[in-house]
């Protein structure tokens, strides 16, 4: 058996080992020169703690409140697709390692588990995240059938018109499966031979006519809230809150879009700021440790999600190993709270960090 990984990155080396090299280079790849992809990670190590002395730190709380759901802790799995390709309980894995860690798991609109599936598999707390395809029939289904069994709320991802170009899988001709939530609607038959099979059936199938009008259009056919999942500027959360949606996700997706966009956790402050408290901004983008959520929190995210940690602890060792990935994260996320001093997720505030632009005032 291999040895029980300490941190993340043990469990990415051990995803590696775990998969073809065709799926690991998907999971963990970025777009073009993967700039962002590594600025993402990077960006994290230019931040540093201000630590508080001599506080009584014997009880630390790290549960906390998104739409009204109470979860263990700050960290929520973020949605990804095709868990199959990871191991072969899929998303019901993931799923049931979130509800053992009490917490939120966003499963992807390209899951290949079926929506009905995940939902019966565990009692987790649920969101849907979703893709408009140009078939929007297709789209509203989903919506309807993941509101009909339980999940929690729309997440509607914004960064994705088109897919990115990321060239290990037009190299690896990565392929596109037939997803099960599509089975009898869509056929993800492909013919051409050339590239990333999977990138040539998004790109025929996302509606790149998707607007900020089309929010009137989701809300007629849903009760359920609606997060926009890649917001990265000020303008566009402002324009969040106009359109009336219960929160936003800042988020570059895990530098697979557009490359030499900034890193997610340099802009997060000016879109908290934008927003100025009227709806949550939840956070994604480069979580490797506990240090970076506490200083996502510190910037002004509710929450964060975790992407690709979680795709690692699965393929490394299914449902207990994205248990293992989301408790080290808390865990970690629990020692930095204790030695700075902060006894809640309420008290992680912007005074416990130093930026860059800090030592430039
Ligand atoms: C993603 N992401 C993503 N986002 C989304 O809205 N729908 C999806 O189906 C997917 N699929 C997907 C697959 C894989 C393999 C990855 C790595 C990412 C983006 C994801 O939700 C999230 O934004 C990033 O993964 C966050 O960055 P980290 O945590 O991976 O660094």
Redesign the pocket.
Known sequence: MAAEPVNVTEFQELAKQALPKMFYD???GGAEDQYTLRK??EAFSRIMFQPRVLVDVSCINLSTTILGYKISSPIMV?????HKFAHPEGEIATARAAAACKTIM?L???STCTVEEVASSCNAIRFF?L?VYRRRDISALLVQRAERCGYKAI?L?AD?PRTGRREADIKNKMISPQLKNFEGLLSAEVVSEKGSKLAAFANGAFDPSLSWKDIAWLKSITNLPILI?GVLTAENAVKAVEVGVAGIIV??????QLDYVPATISVLEEVVQAVGGRIPVLF????RRGTDVFKALALGAQAV?????V?FGLAAKGEYGVRRVIEMLRDELELTMTLCGCRSVKEITRSYVRTERDSLR
Do not use: E, W
């Open positions: 998907f999971y963990s993402n990670i973020a949605p990804t697709a095709m966003v992807s609109f390209r995240q893709y997440v991802t994705c999942k988020s570059n997706h895990g530098g697979r994604d983008g480069g979580i999600l975790i992407g690709r940690p795709i």
